[in-house]
Nanobody
Framework: QVQLVESGGGLVQAGGSLRLSCAAS????????MGWFRQAPGKEREFVAA????????YYADSVKGRFTISRVNAKNTVYLQMNSLKPEDTAVYYC?????????????????WGQGTQVTVSS
C-alpha cells in the first residue's frame, strides 16, 4: 500500500500561482505513474494531470492545459503540480494518486492509492 501526503494548497487570487507537492512512501515510487485529480463542491472528482514512471510522458485535462505542469523527482519520491494563471473555477480539493501501472492514464480506476487532499481556493 502506498501512502501519499499532499501539501501546498491555500488561498490565492485569480491569476496567481501555487505549487502542490505529494510525498509518497510504501513502494518503489519510480515504477509507477502518478496523477492529480480534483473535486469541487457538488461535483464529481475529475482528472487534472498525470505523469508516467520516468517523467517523460504527461497528460492534462483540457481545462488546465497550458497553465498547469506536472513533474516528479523520483529520487525524492515526490510529484508536483505547478499551477499558474489560476482561475476561480480551479477552486477544489486536489488529490494526489498513485497509479497501478507505469504508463500515463486518466482513468480513476487505474489509480490504486489516494492522498487526503489539499484545498485550493482561488478568489476573483
Amino acid at each position: 500500500q502506498v501512502q501519499l501526503v499532499e501539501s501546498g494548497g491555500g488561498l490565492v487570487q485569480a491569476g496567481g500561482s501555487l505549487r502542490l507537492s505529494c510525498a509518497a512512501s510504501g513502494r518503489t515510487f519510480s515504477n509507477y505513474a502518478m496523477g492529480w485529480f480534483r473535486q469541487a463542491p457538488g461535483k464529481e472528482r475529475e482528472f487534472v494531470a498525470a505523469i508516467n514512471w520516468g517523467g517523460r510522458n504527461t497528460y492534462y485535462a483540457d481545462s488546465v492545459k497550458g497553465r498547469f505542469t506536472i513533474s516528479r523527482v523520483n529520487a525524492k519520491n515526490t510529484v508536483y503540480l505547478q499551477m499558474n494563471s489560476l482561475k476561480p473555477e480551479d477552486t477544489a480539493v486536489y488529490y494526489c494518486a498513485a497509479g497501478r501501472f507505469a504508463w500515463v492514464t486518466t482513468t480513476t480506476d487505474d489509480f490504486g492509492s489516494w492522498g487526503q487532499g489539499t484545498q485550493v481556493t482561488v478568489s476573483s
